[in-house]
């Protein structure tokens, strides 16, 4: 099946800085996707790049992926406190699973 | 609808009681998701739909676990015989055709 894990597990950052998050999987997959989820809440949809495509941008969000070492990175800049949340990757081909997730908290 | 809807958003249960769960999709999304997502962790997948066919139940823990969607739009998750161990939260997520899965509120099970 299809896992995305995150890394790393938990990231404590201050407003304005860049916040990185890494995710590993391990086989072929059609796209990516990040999501993010604030505390009691579902899942949000952040971004998708296609198995194609090498990094692409949505506002101050920056995702790259690197399909021969199975791993995508997700960037915020400018980091704000309302960015506090976990973030999930989630990599497509007929399924999709979900790890455990980073935890971002940004001090503000 | 606007979003996916799913009801309760609470449930207590008496273990040994069963419960149904529903959730509302997207209208036009023929892909439907179910996850059961505990306490600081991430979603497990469950069950997956496209239109009223159930593609993939391998996620499902065990056969107290059942899922329908018997007109390819609402689904429903019963629990028969709840355990404490099925205390969490039931997360579900209709799909565009590119799989953006867009998820509801969930319900947040407890059982006693």
């Known amino acids: 099946s299809q896992q995305g894990e995150e890394d790393p597990q938990a990231l404590s950052i201050q407003e304005g800085e860049n916040a990185t998050m890494n995710c590993s999987y391990k086989?072929?997959?059609?796209?990516l996707q990040w999501y993010r989820q604030n505390s009691g809440r579902g899942l949000v949809h952040l971004i998708l790049?296609?198995?194609?495509?090498r990094e692409k941008h949505s506002g101050r969000l920056r995702v790259t992926l690197d399909t021969s070492k199975k791993s995508s990175s997700l960037l915020i800049t400018a980091s704000r406190a309302a960015d506090t949340a976990s973030y999930f990757c989630?990599?497509?081909?007929?399924?999709?699973?979900f790890g455990a997730g980073t935890r971002l908290t940004v001090k503000p | 609808g606007a979003g996916v809807s799913q009801s309760p958003r609470y449930k207590v249960a008496k273990r040994g009681q069963d419960v149904a769960l529903r959730c509302d999709p997207i209208?036009?999304?023929?892909?439907l998701f179910w996850y059961q997502q505990a306490l600081g962790q991430g979603p497990e997948f469950l069950t997956y739909?496209?239109?009223?066919?159930?593609?993939?139940k391998s996620g499902l823990p065990s056969d107290r676990f059942f899922a329908e969607r018997p007109e390819g739009s609402v689904s429903t998750l019963k629990i028969q015989r709840t355990q404490q161990e099925d205390s969490a939260v039931y997360l579900c997520?209709?799909?565009?055709?590119?799989?953006?899965?867009?998820f509801g509120a969930g319900t947040r099970l407890s059982v006693l």
């Open positions: 086989t072929s997959i059609n796209n």
């Open positions: 739909f496209q239109n009223e066919a159930q593609l993939d």
């Open positions: 989630a990599p497509w081909r007929s399924n999709m699973r």
């Open positions: 997520a209709s799909a565009t055709e590119e799989n953006i899965q867009y």
């Open positions: 209208s036009g999304h023929v892909s």
């Open positions: 790049i296609r198995s194609n495509e």
